[in-house]
């Protein structure tokens, strides 16, 4: 892990934009608790999913008949393929599509069929439930629980871009209310051989960047000189991070890239609500 940027003087550089490494065995409620306060950015997790559970995960989804799909190629290039509905690919203004209640429930059937027995998924919120000893379930909409825990392959890279639900979809969007935090949840199942590290900037969103747009993320200009931490995982290794932050990844070779993924919200009365 590394944190680099302009500057080069410790003195200059924001002592809460760092990054903490712990076994899997130290994740507490107070990590958690600590990063969704921002008194650091992003946490990496060791050894967070066993590896006999994501050996057979990895080999059922290497299936030849398992049913990964790819974002939308006319949004996201390069491409990035992936397993389970995503809240901004059924963006309707500041609602859903009702297309996604049905993919959803086809995709929650499908995983439980294909998964049974060896889910990550499962083991995923397990984990991060035991450690934050509070509420952790599905984020609602209408009454409704979202889908939580897409499969993401992104082996070519993905552009710097940032996600805060808030902003996509409005304030009022949850039943719980707007999140007073987001944390991006990613465990691998299969990491490359070479690149793919996750880069974080100390930068967010602000109006006028959307002259800087570049397909679904950002040019570069967005992140010039700024502070970066970059971080490189093992395979079962989790990586939580505050994705309000500009973020990319970098492209890879020789191996899959291959992680279970949701969204963390903290809401107003402490639960942690998730969704993809
Ligand atoms: O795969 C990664 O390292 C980060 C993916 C990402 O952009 C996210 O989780 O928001």
Same mark, same amino acid.
């Given at each position: 892990?590394?944190?680099?940027?302009?500057?080069?003087?410790?003195?200059?550089?924001?002592?809460?934009?760092?990054?903490?490494?712990?076994?899997?065995?130290?994740?507490?409620?107070?990590?958690?608790?600590?990063?969704?306060?921002?008194?650091?950015?992003?946490?990496?997790? @060791?050894?967070?999913? &066993?590896?006999?559970?994501?050996?057979?995960?990895?080999?059922?989804?290497?299936?030849?008949?398992?049913?990964?799909?790819?974002?939308? !190629?006319?949004?996201?290039?390069?491409?990035?393929?992936?397993?389970? &509905?995503?809240?901004?690919?059924? !963006?309707?203004? @500041?609602?859903?599509?009702?297309?996604?209640?049905?993919?959803?429930?086809?995709?929650?059937?499908?995983?439980?069929?294909?998964?049974?027995?060896?889910? &990550?998924?499962?083991?995923?919120?397990?984990?991060?439930?035991?450690?934050?000893?509070?509420?952790?379930?599905?984020?609602?909409?209408?009454?409704?629980?979202?889908?939580?825990?897409?499969?993401?392959?992104?082996? *070519?890279?993905?552009?710097?871009?940032? *996600?805060?639900?808030?902003?996509?979809?409005?304030?009022?969007?949850?039943?719980?209310?707007?999140?007073? @935090?987001?944390?991006?949840?990613?465990?691998?199942?299969?990491?490359?051989?070479?690149?793919?590290?996750?880069?974080?900037?100390?930068?967010?969103?602000?109006?006028?960047?959307?002259? @800087?747009?570049?397909?679904?993320?950002?040019?570069?200009?967005?992140?010039?000189?700024?502070?970066?931490?970059?971080?490189?995982?093992?395979?079962?290794?989790?990586?939580?991070?505050?994705?309000?932050?500009?973020?990319?990844?970098?492209?890879?070779?020789?191996?899959?890239?291959?992680?279970?993924?949701?969204?963390?919200?903290?809401?107003?009365?402490? !639960?942690?609500?998730?969704?993809?």
């Amino acid at each position: 892990m590394t944190a680099a940027g302009a500057w080069t003087h410790p003195d200059q550089l924001d002592p809460l934009f760092t990054a903490r490494s712990i076994p899997v065995g130290e994740l507490s409620r107070s990590h958690l608790a600590e990063l969704t306060a921002g008194g650091f950015t992003a946490l990496r997790v @060791a050894d967070f999913l &066993p590896a006999e559970l994501r050996r057979e995960a990895m080999a059922r989804v290497s299936e030849p008949d398992f049913p990964m799909d790819v974002y939308d !190629k006319a949004r996201v290039d390069p491409p990035i393929a992936r397993f389970g &509905p995503v809240l901004n690919e059924y !963006k309707d203004g @500041a609602c859903l599509r009702a297309e996604y209640w049905r993919d959803m429930a086809l995709a929650r059937e499908l995983w439980r069929t294909r998964m049974a027995g060896a889910d &990550p998924l499962a083991f995923s919120i397990d984990r991060l439930s035991a450690a934050w000893q509070g509420g952790l379930g599905p984020a609602r909409v209408s009454g409704r629980n979202l889908f939580a825990g897409a499969l993401r392959e992104i082996n *070519d890279g993905a552009l710097i871009h940032f *996600d805060d639900v808030r902003r996509e979809y409005g304030p009022d969007f949850f039943d719980d209310g707007a999140p007073v @935090a987001q944390l991006a949840f990613n465990a691998w199942m299969s990491v490359p051989a070479e690149g793919g590290s996750t880069r974080i900037y100390r930068r967010r969103w602000n109006p006028p960047d959307t002259g @800087a747009r570049n397909g679904y993320g950002y040019h570069r200009s967005v992140i010039d000189g700024e502070q970066e931490i970059v971080l490189s995982v093992e395979a079962g290794d989790a990586l939580l991070f505050d994705p309000r932050y500009f973020h990319a990844v970098d492209p890879s070779a020789r191996g899959r890239r291959v992680a279970i993924t949701f969204f963390l919200g903290l809401t107003s009365t402490g !639960k942690l609500v998730l969704w993809s």
